[in-house]
């Protein structure tokens, strides 16, 4: 089975910087397609947060352009958070539509790891 797995969360003071990790595993083998980042706050809605995919297309929200970096290297997706201020505060979830040879072309998600920003 396919797992995500996310390190990297935890406190940082505003104006600080953060790297998030996510680590694919599972089976012989593992080829990622499209990988995003999403973030859901306290009494918000979950929201894209950055995606890119294997044409180096990448797309951010408004909130984070210019401060958040998403990037892969084989199966890691990271997430290179710069500049925080209190509004990123929220639970980080990666995910990634992965190729494995048993069950082609699936979406999997990562358990969510706490970012919390303090002033």
């Known amino acids: 089975q396919v797992q995500l797995v996310e390190s990297g969360g935890g406190l940082v003071q505003a104006g600080g910087s953060l790297r998030l990790s996510c680590a694919a595993s599972?089976?012989?083998?593992?080829?990622?397609?499209?990988w995003a980042w999403y973030r859901q706050a306290q009494g918000k809605q979950r929201e894209l947060v950055a995606a890119d995919d294997t044409r180096g297309i990448t797309n951010y929200a408004d909130s984070v352009k210019g401060r958040f970096t998403i990037s892969r290297d084989a199966n890691t997706v990271y997430l290179q958070m710069k500049s925080l201020n209190t509004g990123d505060t929220a639970v980080y979830y990666c995910t990634a539509n992965i190729w494995t040879a048993l069950h082609g072309s699936k979406a999997y998600w990562g358990q969510g790891t706490q970012v919390t920003v303090a002033s």
């Open positions: 599972g089976g012989s083998r593992l080829i990622l397609n499209t």
